[in-house]
């Protein structure tokens, strides 16, 4: 059965597809049957550049227990650079 679950953010970002290196400014969040991956659900993250013409994209599925111990690591680097007196 499909979640239909998703959920979208602006973001400011750089990526590498196909032809080479791009900024996106969105990603959206699903959690959802994955196209690639095999299992029954997983968190897809899309990347995308939604302003421009050739659909730039770069698309991401993870188990749910990796998407999570990917979440904690994130906030575990962030809290390392905070600690250091960067700006976050």
Known sequence: MCTMIIEKTKVQGS??????WFK???????????THL?????????????????????AIELTPKSAKDLIHTILKSLNKGEKMGLKI
């Open 38 to 58: 095999h299992q029954d659900y997983s968190i897809n993250i899309d990347f995308i550049e939604d302003h421009s013409k050739e659909n730039k994209r770069i």
């Open 24 to 34: 996106f400014s969105q990603a959206n969040v699903s959690f959802d049957h994955p």
């Open 15 to 20: 990526g590498k597809g196909n032809k080479g």
